[in-house]
């Protein structure tokens, strides 16, 4: 090995001492196990819920997440009954199953971020938002949201004929 090779192994920086539960899950009358995500899965939820993130970065990060607590088989199991018509399984029960898991490992994992140094969000909220999102009141508010997401503010209503 190289003199500048850096190798990195668990040790005191690491704050696993804390036990995460397992969680099962009930979805579409069938139970899952889940097991609290690693917390570089977990980085992709806290940055899913900033001021620049939009719906879908909310979506991808939640089926990250939720791929990652049930494991491989049962995430695509899942996987096949979202997918599956004549299956009652849909987007709302993984998202409830999202939002118990997200508030019953939020303090442990956001433990583990402080003992790191790193941010964690205290506004990560344990929801996925579904539908029309609200829109600031005012135009001043308008207008600095529509700055801070250039992709929405590229998207205009035609001038109406007169």
Do not use: H
């Not at 433990?111 to 539908?131: D, Y």
């Not at 001043?140 to 801070?148: D, E, G, Q, T, W």
Request: hydrophobic share 40%; aromatic share 4%; charged share 25%.
């Amino acid at each position: 090995m190289a003199d500048s090779d850096l190798v990195v192994e668990p040790d005191d920086i690491t704050p696993t001492s804390q036990t995460v539960p397992e969680l099962t899950l009930t979805i579409g009358g069938r139970p899952y196990q889940a097991q609290c995500p690693k917390d570089a899965v977990w980085a992709s939820v806290v940055a899913s819920r900033s001021a620049e993130a939009t719906g879908s970065d909310q979506t991808r990060a939640m089926f990250l997440f939720m791929g990652a607590a049930l494991g491989s088989d049962s995430a695509s199991e899942l996987q096949r009954r979202l997918t599956n018509i004549s299956d009652t399984v849909d987007l709302i029960d993984l998202v409830r199953a999202y939002n118990q898991c997200v508030t019953e490992w939020t303090p442990v994992v956001q433990g583990r971020f402080e003992a790191l140094g790193l941010k964690f969000s205290s506004e990560i909220e344990a929801t996925v938002v579904i539908g029309k999102q609200e829109q600031p009141s005012s135009r001043p508010a308008r207008r600095a949201a529509a700055k801070a997401n250039p992709r929405k503010a590229a998207v205009r209503k035609a001038p109406r004929a007169k």
